[in-house]
């Protein structure tokens, strides 16, 4: 199982915009990827509706994990993704 804990550097948090381009990238990674705030449930993180429920905002540190085929650089891609600001995008 690959894991990995970042902070969202979206001023916005994973909402609208930045949690439409999260959720099409995950989508496309070879492995099923979930994400999750400290103390919550894990959702998909390919689904839309499933992101808007986290609550995460700037700041928040959110974990990912995958496991199975390229699990590792699913992760990694989508951590990459989230410690960008994708408002600015």
């Not at 070879?30 to 705030?37: G, N």
């Not at 959110?62 to 994708?86: F, I, Q, Y």
Request: hydrophobic content about 45%; cysteine-free.
């Amino acid at each position: 199982m690959a894991e990995r804990t970042v902070s969202i550097a979206s001023k916005s948090g994973l909402h609208a915009r930045p949690a439409t381009i999260f959720s099409k990238a995950a989508a496309e990674q070879p492995a099923q990827v979930t994400i999750e705030k400290v103390g919550g449930s894990p959702v998909q993180a390919s689904s839309m509706l499933m992101l808007m429920t986290l609550g995460a905002g700037n700041g928040d540190e959110v974990t990912l994990r995958a496991e199975g085929e390229g699990a590792e650089e699913s992760v990694n891609a989508l951590a990459e993704l989230l410690e960008k600001d994708l408002d600015a995008e």
